[in-house]
């Protein structure tokens, strides 16, 4: 067997650099020298004939050898692991870290609180979560460098999974202040023609959409007059009476705005959990993402229920 000529623990200091991105990470968590972490590196690569990382400056990046080896190692791990507590007979305990990745405002507002009670739960747990935008958290999970996302759009990469989890529900917003002395006469986009607005884009993509699917303006062009990619930056904006604009209602119930009359059902903003199909997650990202899932459909069925 090829087994029997390689030392195994090799291939465990390759996961933990793999993982970790840097043999000084991975000298910390295995407590070694970074010199020898490295010679580990190179000696499991003399052995395969082949190189794992490419060495660019001063960063490690893993060849496709690498991405197919951790893979299976972080696989083998896992069930060794199992086997192992089984055999002790023992309670498996979660442990290690999960990274996470998600839009601010839906993140604070609905995936924390359950990420914090599941800590809590498994005190060998570490959470480690980033804030994004959607084509931020494309680029992090290829690169393997997050277990899961949270996306407010469909992953356009084909090596990506995608699963809707959540339906926020998305109104337009304005101060009182801000409306005071505009009224809404017979003719609605006159009116709205007349308000200055605040959107995520440029453009006025998600203004327009709005529009478009409770007014069926086929023509209207908000005037923009100020666009930023959160919605806690939106929301500010309105709340300081520059203009109306669109916020979902999980952010928007704990501000005191006028909401607009809709005329047509709620328009849904589908959140998808994202995550790189070939990888092997470990238990405490599984059994972390089942939770949130869990929690997330009870709370999305709730709001489209009221």
């Known amino acids: 067997m090829y087994l029997n000529s390689m030392n195994l623990n090799h291939l465990k200091i390759f996961e933990s650099v793999y993982r970790l991105g840097s043999t ?30 490419d060495r660019i400056g001063k960063r490690l990046v893993p060849t496709a050898c690498a991405k197919l080896l951790f893979e299976q190692t972080q696989l083998g791990f896992a069930h060794i692991e199992k086997a192992l507590t089984h055999i002790q007979g023992v309670e498996e305990e979660l442990s290690g870290p999960i ?10 507002n609905c995936v924390l609180k359950i990420l914090a009670s599941f800590a809590v739960a498994n005190p060998k747990v570490e ?31 084909p090596q990506l999974e995608h699963e809707v989890v959540y339906e926020e529900t998305l109104s337009l917003y304005a101060s ?23 959107d995520y884009f440029e453009s006025g993509i998600i203004l327009s959409r709005w529009f478009k699917h409770h007014y069926h303006f086929k023509h209207f062009v908000p005037h923009v007059r100020a666009f930023a990619p959160e919605v806690e930056a939106i929301s500010v904006l309105i709340k300081n009476h520059l203009g109306a604009g669109v916020l979902p209602r999980h952010h928007a119930e704990k501000l005191n705005l006028h909401c607009f009359k809709e005329k047509e059902i ?13 990888r092997s997650h470990s238990l405490v990202s599984v059994k972390a993402l089942e939770l949130i899932k869990e929690k997330l459909l009870i709370v999305g069925s709730a709001a489209n229920f009221n």
Request: without cysteine.
């Open 24 to 53: 000084v990470l991975a000298s910390q968590e295995l407590h070694l020298t970074q010199s020898g972490v490295s010679q580990h590196i190179k000696t499991l690569e003399d052995h395969l004939g082949t190189p794992l990382f």
């Open 266 to 278: 709620p328009l849904k903003n589908k959140i998808s959990v994202a995550y790189l199909q070939r």
């Open 99 to 108: 990274n996470i990745g998600m839009p601010s405002d839906f993140g604070n």
């Open 176 to 198: 009182a202040k801000y409306l005071q002395g505009k009224k809404m006469g017979r003719d609605p986009l006159t009116y709205f023609e007349s308000l200055h607005y605040i």
């Open 127 to 157: 959470l480690r979560i980033i804030y994004g935008l959607a084509y931020e958290m494309n680029k992090l999970l290829l690169e393997g460098k997050l277990d899961f996302a949270f996306v407010d759009d469909f992953v356009t990469s």
